[in-house]
Each structure stands twice: as structure tokens, then as C-alpha cells.
């Protein structure tokens, strides 16, 4: 059970992530400083460094909070869906959109994040990234369970698993990008997708 200063410290350090994520949106995370969140907060810098030693810290903390909600939704998606193989793998992908839908500029601002701290988050593409990317891994997961006459070996399924999740990161990116989409064009889209394209590049 955390003590009262505990909890003080968490709540103070979630409001800094908060106001971060909040400059993200404004003006992008190349410009996010410790003075800019200072100031959101009404704080002095120093109270920041209080918590947080220096501004890499912080991304990395920023990033790990949009990260982990991927994560949990994927996740959960995972091991509450009884269904198995493609259906299972269906939901997830649901998931993960709708967990992406629900967060559009935070998460197409780290998307698009070339720094050495937002790519430690969100590359997949490197070889070996199923055994580092808890999303990624449990994708892989899914895709094995799937029957099939070839079964896949290590190699083939990571560069499968990698192929369905940049695929999906495409489809997500141009949603948020192409604001005027109704969400009837919207939902028609992401169930093509989910029912089809998914389908296809999942059992060949």
C-alpha cells in the first residue's frame, strides 16, 4: 500500500506527464522543454526536476504512457477474448485502432517522432522486434495459433506480424489524418480492413 507521499508524488508526476502530452499536441515534441511544462503547470522548472532529473526522463515517461495503453488494450483484447487463431486476432486489431482512434494526435505526434527516445517506443520494423515489443509479440502470438497447411517459422512470423502492424499503423495514421471521414465511412473502413485485407494477409 503506498504512503501518502507516495501517492503525492505519482499524482504530481502523472499531472507533469499530463501537461506534457498537452504541449505535445500544441506545438510538437521537438519543442517540449522542462520551462514550457513550468509554465503550464504555474510551477517553477525546478519543482520539475524535482521529479524527473532531465527532459529525456520526461519523454520517456510520455512516451511509455501512451505506449502502455496500446499495450493494455491489445492485451486485454487478448486474454478476456476466448475465441482463438483469426477471430481472436480480429478483436485485437479492433482494439488496438479503437485504443489508437481514442488518443489521435498523442499518438500520431509519437508516431511520427524520429528522436532516439520516440523510436525506442515506437520502432517494430528491426529484426528481432518480437522478442522486445509486448504488442508485437502477442500479435505473433495470435498469427501462430491460426491453422495452416505451412506452419510459419520464426523468421516468417515476426516479418508477418510486423507486416499486419505497419499495415495497421496505415490505416490508423490516414483516420486521424483525414479529419472530414464520417463514422460511417469510417467504421466501413476499419471493418474492410479487419474482415479482408487482415484476413488475407494473416492465412497466406
Known amino acids: 500500500m503506498l504512503t501518502r ?11 507533469i506527464i499530463e501537461a506534457s502530452k498537452v504541449v505535445i499536441q500544441e506545438e510538437g515534441f521537438e519543442q517540449l522543454s522542462i520551462r514550457k511544462i513550468a509554465k503550464k503547470l504555474d ?3 525546478s519543482i520539475i526536476y524535482h521529479y524527473f532529473k532531465n527532459k ?11 505506449y502502455q495503453k496500446i499495450v493494455k488494450a491489445v492485451s ?49 520494423l528491426f529484426k ?3 522478442k522486445e515489443k509486448p504488442a508485437l509479440q502477442i ?13 510459419l517459422d520464426e523468421e516468417q512470423l515476426e516479418l508477418r506480424a510486423q507486416m499486419i502492424a505497419v499495415s495497421t499503423l496505415g490505416l490508423i495514421v490516414k483516420l486521424i489524418i483525414e479529419k ?6 469510417k467504421k466501413r473502413l476499419i471493418n474492410n480492413f479487419v474482415e479482408e485485407i487482415l484476413v488475407a494477409m494473416a492465412t497466406i
Do not use: C
Open 5 to 15: 507521499r507516495e501517492k503525492e508524488n505519482r499524482i504530481m508526476r502523472e499531472s
Open 76 to 124: 486485454n483484447a487478448y486474454h478476456s477474448d476466448k475465441s482463438k487463431g483469426l477471430e481472436k486476432l480480429q478483436h485485437m486489431t479492433h482494439a488496438y485502432i479503437q485504443a489508437a482512434l481514442d488518443m489521435p494526435e498523442e499518438f500520431l505526434k509519437a508516431q511520427l517522432d524520429q528522436s532516439d527516445i520516440g523510436l525506442k517506443h515506437t520502432a517494430s
Open 128 to 130: 528481432g522486434a518480437v
Open 56 to 66: 529525456d526522463e520526461l519523454m520517456h515517461s510520455v512516451m511509455q504512457s501512451g
Open 139 to 151: 500479435l505473433a502470438l495470435s498469427i501462430q495459433q491460426i491453422p495452416r497447411n505451412h506452419p
Open 43 to 45: 510551477y517553477a522548472p
Open 180 to 185: 472530414n471521414l464520417t463514422k460511417t465511412q
